[in-house]
């Protein structure tokens, strides 16, 4: 298997990697932080150059005024990758100034937007996202209040597309396509900031039935909303009750069985609809939220990932390697969560 992911690996080093998108979840963003991460983890300073490389060629050549400005496609995807990158110390910088390009063409698409539907709910709820970290970053008082005054905007936005289609459930696992885990992130996120509490709790309150009557059908669903709700609830100043009432209820009817043997069969193992998400979901939960602890068995998750046929696809079939080659929706992803597992889990892996 190791020799199968080197030639992976080894063919995507071949590759035109410089004709990518600039994406974060796909394309030359996604791939930095893959070789940063990489380099790191095996001491490879091959990997480290390449990833200087990709930067560079992103920062200093890719970037226009035409670009996507979502997270997925776009530029709020490329900010995000350059701050993960800063803060955990890949890459020096000040933050702010690397991403004032990026920033002040969000700022316009945004700020002059007339037209509500000119954006989708699924943009908009990684647009807001963005900004709540870029705002956080702020040192200056009236740009704080800047980005205070966009993400204001960017959420009302977001409020008048939330409707049933955006609170359901996708029909298979999806991290792109069942948004209201991440907007409960979002909103926790808002709440952290502290600046337009009131009305975030008023949209809490009005959607709270809404969301506290649904119990995904698929349990890899499940445990996405989990953990939307376990970042949502710590920052609540009332009504916690019902809300942990609801976490609990989705705990007790998580089932990692059927998750694995009936939701993550053959090559569901990508971070974006896969295994890879499962594992990140259920270490960041037992990490952080110990009360909710799921007990897993990281061996049986590393060896799924290990024995996917997705791995001679990869290797075989042009078609699924061009769809699977970004961090998140591909095996770089992959790659680093099997990493992950054998760092923290060395015992088993």
Not at 269 to 277: E, T, V
Not at 321 to 341: A, E, R
Request: proline share 3%; hydrophobic share 40%.
């Amino acid at each position: 298997m190791k020799e199968i992911q080197k030639k992976i690996t080894d063919k995507l080093l071949l590759s035109e990697i410089n004709r990518y998108p600039v994406s974060l979840l796909h394309g030359k963003m996604g791939l930095s932080i893959y070789f940063f991460q990489m380099s790191k983890n095996e001491t490879k300073p091959e990997y480290q150059s390449i990833a200087e490389q990709l930067l560079e060629q992103i920062l200093q050549h890719d970037l226009s005024p035409n670009h996507s400005i979502d997270v997925e496609e776009g530029l709020a995807g490329v900010g995000l990758g350059v701050t993960w990158l800063i803060k955990n110390g890949f890459v020096e910088g000040d933050l702010n100034e690397i991403l004032e390009t990026i920033d002040d063409i969000i700022f316009r698409r945004i700020a002059f937007q007339e037209n509500q539907f000119h954006f989708s709910s699924t943009k908009l709820l990684g647009l807001t996202g963005y900004l709540i970290i870029r705002q956080k970053e702020q040192t200056d008082t009236n740009m704080r209040t800047v980005y205070q005054d966009l993400i204001i905007k960017a959420m009302n936005m977001l409020y008048a597309k939330i409707d049933d289609d955006f609170l359901n459930e996708s029909y298979s696992f999806s991290i792109y396509h069942y948004q209201l885990p991440a907007l409960l992130w979002v909103i926790s996120k808002l709440i952290e900031a502290d600046f337009y509490n009131y009305r975030i709790y008023k949209i809490l309150d009005e959607l709270r039935l809404r969301i506290l009557s649904r119990i995904p059908l698929l349990h890899s669903n499940r445990l996405y909303l989990l953990w939307g709700l376990l970042k949502l609830i710590p920052c609540l100043n009332q009504d916690q009750e019902s809300w942990i009432k609801h976490a609990k209820l989705l705990h007790q009817e998580i089932s990692l069985d059927e998750i694995f043997e009936n939701e993550m069969i053959s090559r569901k193992i990508f971070i974006s609809n896969g295994l890879s998400a499962i594992y990140i979901l259920l270490h960041y939960i037992n990490c952080n939220f110990p009360e909710y602890r799921i007990a897993f068995d990281p061996q049986t998750i590393y060896n799924k990932l290990q024995s996917s046929d997705a791995w001679n696809a990869l290797l075989e079939r042009d078609y699924f390697y061009n769809i699977h080659h970004g961090l998140l929706n591909g095996f770089p992803g992959v790659q680093l969560v099997l990493s992950h597992i054998k760092q923290h889990y060395e015992q088993n892996a």
